[in-house]
T-cell receptor, first 116, second 111 residues
Framework: GAGVSQTPSNKVTEKGKYVELRCDPI?????LYWYRQSLGQGPEFLIY????????DSGLPNDRFFAVRPEGSVSTLKIQRTERGDSAVYLC??????????????FGPGTRLTVL | GQQLNQSPQSMFIQEGEDVSMNCTSS?????WLWYKQEPGEGPVLLIA?????ELTSNGRLTAQFGITRKDSFLNISASIPSDVGIYFC???????????FGQGTRLTINP
């Protein structure tokens, strides 16, 4: 597809379970971002990948959250021992990178995670 | 961390009216952006601002990058029903990739 895609669109899990959220960026985009959006709030940055490596993971709230991008394309956000407070919409974005601005971030539709 | 204060939180207007919303920060940003989000979708970029004092238009939308680099505003002229949605400001620091978002302004248009 032409845009960023995220799967699943909705995920309901029980407290304490493990979940994986997937992001397929726009083809050719080397930068990939994860944000978390709680109800009634703006998106909050979690982690940024440049290629396969995490260039900035300063937004990950704790060590239960981990993300990978092994081949520099698809990324998976992994949440261990989920808590009710993890319930939110998880947004993925991608962009070109280069020496010149701008580098617009294109967002996917998000995965709505509900932890019961 | 850096925070953006966006106001108003919500607006209820009549079709055809002009809209104005703003965003302030406790610290400087090098880039200001305005996004629109509709239900079930991710934010979509409307306007990007790269220089203090810059005034940029995109159709009926106009945004300005404040001189102090700590604020920005977005105006929508002659609102139409498809303008309904949540508008977010976002700031970006020089050399950083992450965006810092405001809390959003929910725009509702009464027919």
């Amino acid at each position: 597809g032409a845009g960023v895609s995220q799967t699943p669109s909705n995920k309901v899990t029980e407290k304490g379970k493990y979940v994986e959220l997937r992001c397929d960026p726009i083809s050719g985009h080397t930068a990939l971002y994860w944000y978390r959006q709680s109800l009634g709030q703006g998106p909050e940055f979690l982690i940024y990948f440049q290629g396969t490596g995490a260039a900035d993971d300063s937004g990950l709230p704790n060590d239960r959250f981990f993300a990978v991008r092994p081949e520099g394309s698809v990324s998976t956000l992994k949440i261990q021992r989920t808590e009710r407070g993890d319930s939110a919409v998880y947004l993925c974005a991608s962009s070109f990178t280069g020496t010149s601005a701008p580098r617009e971030q294109f967002f996917g539709p998000g995965t709505r995670l509900t932890v019961l | 961390g850096q925070q953006l204060n966006q106001s108003p939180q919500s607006m209820f207007i009549q079709e055809g009216e002009d809209v104005s919303m703003n965003c302030t920060s406790s610290s400087i940003f090098n880039t200001w952006l305005w996004y629109k989000q509709e239900p079930g979708e991710g934010p979509v970029l409307l306007i990007a601002l790269y220089k203090a004092g810059e005034l940029t238009s995109n159709g009926r939308l106009t945004a300005q990058f404040g001189i102090t680099r700590k604020d920005s505003f977005l105006n929508i002229s002659a609102s139409i029903p498809s303008d309904v949605g949540i508008y977010f400001c976002a700031g970006q620091n020089k050399g950083a990739q992450k965006l810092v978002f405001g809390q959003g302004t929910r725009l509702t248009i009464n027919p």
